[in-house]
Each structure stands twice: as C-alpha cells, then as structure tokens.
C-alpha cells in the first residue's frame, strides 16, 4: 500500500462547496466567543486540513437562543413547503455527491466509494422525510361512552438537541435534521470532533436550499461534556437525539432525566453474523464483506461477531480470507482503495489490542492481524478463527476491519452465543431455508436482522436497537414520531 498524500492542508479549499469553518449560529458563521478552535486531520496523513471553531457554554446557549427564536415561524411553516425545502436539499446534495464524498474522506479517512454512498444515503432521508412533511396525520373517533370526540394532534415536540459520531458524519447528521424540520423542531447539531465539516458543509447547503436562519445550528466543540451538561440543564431543550457510543449514551440520559427530555438513542452494536447448514457460502462470503468491511469496519452495524455452522466453517473462513487478502489498503482518495486508514490512532490501538488479545487467549490468524507501518491509522483487514468464547473481541465493538469466526453445532446454540450481549442493534442471518432463517429472526434480540442481506439500513424503514443499543427509531414514518408529541383534545359538540 501506498500513504501518499492526497488530501492535506488546502484540499478542502479546492471544494466546489461552501465549508464554513465557523460555528453556524442564527444563519452565520462566526468564531468561539473565546477564540478557541481546534485542528481537523486528515487520518491517511496525520496532516491538518481545517482549523475549526470550538464552541463554548455560551455559544451553545446563543445556538439554543436561535433555535427557539426560530421555532414558532418554522413550525408554522406549511407543511408543503417543508417538504420543497427538504426536496431541494436532497437536489442540493446529490448535485454536490462527489464534492461532498471527497470531505467526507478527507476527514473520515474512508475509502471514496464508502463516502459516495454514504452522500447517497444521507440525502435520501431528505427525500423521505420531504415525503413524509405532507403526512404528519392525526386521528379522530368517538369516545367509548360516546359523550365525547377524542382529536389526536401532532405537534413538534420543540428545540432539539442533536448529537452525532464521526463513521458517518453526513447520514447520522441528515437522519435527525430531515424528520426533526419535517416535524417543524428547530435544532442545534453538535457534530464530532473529528468530522465537523461536513456538518457544516451540510447547514451551508440546507440554508441555500431555503431553510431560515436560526432553523439549523452546527455548533463543532472539543468540549462536548460541559456544553451537553448546560444545554441538558435548559428547559428550551425539550428533545435529545444522540448517535454514538452506549457509554456516552448513558451519561447523555442521566442529564436528561434532570429536565425530562424526550430522548432517542443510537448506540453501539455488537452484530452477530450467522451462517447456517444450508446457506449458499458464496452469498455468505458475499454478504459477510458488505456487513463486516462497509465503512472499513467502522459501522455501528458492522457484523462484529461470525457464528458459523460446523459442516461449513472452514471453508466458509478460508473463501473469507481470501476475499479479504485481496483488498487494497491505502489513502480514501486512492481510485484504488477498498479500505481507507481507520479514523485515528487511538481507535487503531483499541482494534489492535482487540486482535493481540485474542491471539493471546488462542485465536489463529488466516489474514492480517497488524497495524500497518508508517503514516496514517491503516489496519489490515483480518479473519480471525479458534477464538474463545470469552474473548474480550466478542465482547466489544471491534470498529475496524477484523472477522473473528466462532463455530457452533446446533441452531439454538448459535441463538444463545448471539444473544449473549448487552447490544442489540442489528443481527445478519444467512440460511436457504427461509422458514428457519424466520425462525432464528424472531428469536434473535435486536431491533433489526438482514436476513440473506447485508445491508439493512435504509431511509424508509425504523433503524434502531433493543437492550444498550437504544431507544426509539429513525428512518420511516416512526422516524418523523420521534420529533412529535401527541396532543389530545376531548371535543363535545
Ligand atoms: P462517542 O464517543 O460516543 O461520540 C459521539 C458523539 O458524542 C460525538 O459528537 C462526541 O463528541 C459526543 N460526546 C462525547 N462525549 C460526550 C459527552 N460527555 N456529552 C455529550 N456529547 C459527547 O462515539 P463515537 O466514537 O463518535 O462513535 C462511535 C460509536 O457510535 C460506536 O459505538 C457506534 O456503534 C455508535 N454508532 C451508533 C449508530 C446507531 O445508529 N446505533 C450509528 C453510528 C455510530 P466529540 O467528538 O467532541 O467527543
């Protein structure tokens, strides 16, 4: 592999895209209010491409002033002209796919082909949610007694506090933003600190599709703890939507229990992958790629855990390990690249110990197994096999390109060591047998399951998980519900 630079210093001034380096507050982009910024890199270099603002406890009050100076006129809004706004903004990004794509890997590190289809994705729930603006329906019956009507409005819910990870710094950020504007909620989005400028790529390009000032706040910080603290402590804020870590999570809904904010969660995943007796290996293989390698391993919905029928195990983990072997590892922006350098060291160090640990307690290595020398936070894609069972690795999320493969005898065998896990995000099941592929479904604990499919996120459908993996849902109509409170007027007439 190559480290070659292609981003670094400059590469994002020769965007054909407004990327403000600012904090967005109210329609403008200005400094902290003390002067503080900090340094975006780019991660197949090591260099720096952006010095972004770092917002304070003040400017994350003056972002909440906006928001909720703005939320009675956004809520008025016609629904109608939501939905056209939310729709240039879908026009808006697949125009800017390739630009948009490039930043993304510029920060992210992944490779180009993940960040094009990240920019597809994530303007698709613009263009769900500009559908879905025209549909916020109420109910209306008779009451039981019959002395009465029962009306059932929808309302939004108010300022919304939106909090997102760095794998996928344009999707978790149009996953809020569309269903929390197609609900009338103005915002503050407090993007990570690794990938802010997407995020404020993406309010520049939302205020030219026609959304007002004030509507859509980014506020990138490095002091993410104490602004959560006092936006948390602020009754304007009446709704949380954190994408990120359960460790975070929990902290983020012990604030909120303080003010009882309405809260939604997207937390970690630790994926079972299950292949059974009867499955085609070759879409197996296929499928474990897409679950495990999307976004180079960096996925909340990454398979993290492979659960293999014994009759088929080995040759299922060697086709694996060659499929992995012939990856190319290098630099994003590389046309060549399949899998981009991981998104810092520090989170190369976790995977890398992850693996060392493995090995350790007995796991044999059919590919890779190293971190990749020289500049950069490059890790080889590796297939792990003879793990054991308590192994830290099955434990935890990996986030980063490694397969470790455990072999089972029996069906409801393979259900318990899945469900064995505080996580329940998304679970992968590959079986010819459709009835037993539905089977295991329903008996696994997570909120989503591909069955013979790797891919399960998707704008039109609830994406979320069960036990420390969540609450609520995004994407589909529950989306839009999650940014709404019901209201219910008893009516005699
Ligand atoms: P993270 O460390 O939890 O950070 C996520 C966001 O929370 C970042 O914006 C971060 O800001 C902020 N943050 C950190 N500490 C905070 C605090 N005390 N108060 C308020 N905000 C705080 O997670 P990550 O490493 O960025 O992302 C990876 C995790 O996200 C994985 O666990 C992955 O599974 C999960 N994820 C889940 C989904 C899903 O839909 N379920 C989707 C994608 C990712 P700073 O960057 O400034 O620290």
């Keep these: 592999m190559t480290t070659s630079s292609l981003a670094g210093a400059g590469a994002v001034d020769s965007l054909a895209l407004s990327v403000p380096t600012g904090l967005w507050i109210g329609g403008r982009s200005r400094s902290a209010s003390d002067g503080s910024a900090f340094a975006v890199l780019d991660p197949a270099t090591g260099e720096e491409l952006a010095q972004v603002s770092s917002a304070s406890v003040d400017d994350a009050l003056a972002a909440v002033d906006a928001a909720s100076g703005a939320a009675a006129a956004w809520a008025a809004v016609a629904p109608r002209q939501k939905a056209e706004i939310l729709r240039r903004a879908f026009e808006l990004m697949i125009e800017r796919q390739e630009d948009l794509a490039r930043l993304i890997t510029m920060e992210n590190g992944k490779a180009l082909a993940d960040s ?24 209306l019956e008779t009451a039981p007694s019959g ?8 309302q939004p819910v108010g300022v919304a506090l939106l909090i997102t990870p760095w794998n996928f710094p344009a999707a978790m950020a149009t996953r809020k933003i569309g269903p929390a504007l197609a609900a ?16 404020l790529a993406l309010v520049a390009l939302l205020e030219e599709a026609g959304v007002p000032a004030g509507v859509v706040n980014v506020i990138p910080s490095k002091r993410s703890g104490a602004l959560s603290r006092a936006l948390l402590a602020d009754e304007r804020v009446r709704k949380i939507s954190f994408t990120g870590s359960t460790e975070v999570g929990r902290v983020l809904l012990e604030l909120s229990a303080k003010t009882v904010v309405n809260a939604s969660m997207e937390l970690g995943g630790n994926a079972p992958f299950l292949v059974l007796a009867s499955a085609d290996l070759d879409a197996a293989v296929a499928g474990a790629m897409v679950a495990k390698l999307r976004n180079g391993g960096e996925a909340c919905t990454a398979a993290n855990r492979f659960f293999v029928h014994r009759s088929i195990a080995e040759e299922f983990s060697k086709r694996l390990a060659d499929a992995m072997r012939a990856l190319v590892v290098g630099p994003g922006l590389d046309a060549h690249t399949n899998i981009g350098p991981l998104v810092n060291d520090e989170t190369r160090a976790k995977v890398a110990s992850l693996v060392d640990g493995a090995v350790g307690e007995g796991a044999r290595v059919l590919v890779g197994g190293h971190a990749v020398a020289g500049a950069g936070s490059f890790y080889e894609p590796t297939v792990l096999i003879d793990v054991a069972p308590g192994s830290a690795i099955l434990q935890e999320e990996i986030f980063g390109p490694v397969a470790p493969v455990v072999v089972f005898d029996d069906v409801a065998e393979a259900i318990r060591l899945a469900n064995a896990t505080e996580y329940g995000l998304v679970s992968y099941v590959y079986s010819a047998d459709l009835a037993e592929g539905l089977r295991v479904s329903e008996a696994l604990e997570s909120g989503m399951v591909g069955l013979n499919r ?8 609830p994406f979320g998980g069960v036990k420390q993996s969540g609450l609520g849902r995004e994407g589909g109509h529950e989306g839009v519900l999650d940014y709404l409170e019901s209201k219910y007027i008893a009516v005699s007439w």
């Excluded at 289809?117 to 109910?139: C, D, H, L, N, P």
């Excluded at 600190?193 to 997407?198: A, D, V």
């Design 116 to 139: 094009r289809s990240e920019v597809a994705y994530a303007a698709e729930f613009f263009r769900w949610y500009s559908e879905e603006a025209v549909r916020i329906q109420g109910t």
């Design 147 to 154: 002395a009465n009507r029962i009306l059932v409005l929808h």
């Design 184 to 199: 009338g909620c103005t915002m503050v989005l407090k993007p990570a600190s690794e990938t802010p400028l997407t995020a």
């Design 454 to 461: 790797a891919v399960v996120s998707d704008p039109a459908a």
